[in-house]
């Protein structure tokens, strides 16, 4: 039995650390950004075959980016979740904007600054992103990241 003073209110709760050691999010995106292994090379084959090598150069960089991205990500929740949870909520939101406005802002940058196969660079980091995330939600679902339960 817990006496009235142990008892935590959702408000003390919601500003206190996460109660997980393991850095979740940053690990996940690990994992996730392992895939590009075997996923890069396939889309950067695919716009060679379609576009030549300016188009899988221009894939090549669209799929790093992405990459990339994925790495902010995980870091930025890991680390926010050991402030609060309202840090961790705020990150999530706010920096799912910010990361779309990186990923903007550096194909922008990366096509002002060389001629670059714009189209293929563009298809690359969205096939990349949707196929990634989609990948580790299926694992995710199908149980492969039992080592990060969160609920026990």
Do not use: C
Not at 72 to 101: C, Q
């Amino acid at each position: 039995m817990t006496s009235e003073e142990d008892k935590v209110t959702i408000d003390q709760a919601y500003n206190q650390p996460s109660v997980v050691a393991a850095p979740v999010e940053a690990v996940i995106a690990r994992k996730m950004v392992l895939r590009t292994w075997w996923l890069g090379p396939v889309i950067v084959g695919i716009a060679w075959a379609l576009r030549g090598s300016a188009g899988a150069w221009a894939a090549a960089i669209g799929v790093v980016i992405v990459v990339v991205n994925f790495l902010v990500a995980g870091e930025l929740l890991s680390r926010s979740a050991r402030v609060s949870l309202k840090v961790y909520h705020a990150a999530a939101l706010l920096g799912f904007f910010v990361r779309l406005g990186f990923i903007t802002l550096s194909m922008f940058v990366v096509a002002s600054v060389v001629e670059i196969d714009r189209p293929a660079m563009g298809v690359a980091a969205v096939v990349a992103y949707m196929v990634l995330l989609s990948l580790e939600a299926w694992a995710l679902m199908n149980g492969e990241r039992r080592e990060l339960e969160w609920s026990r």
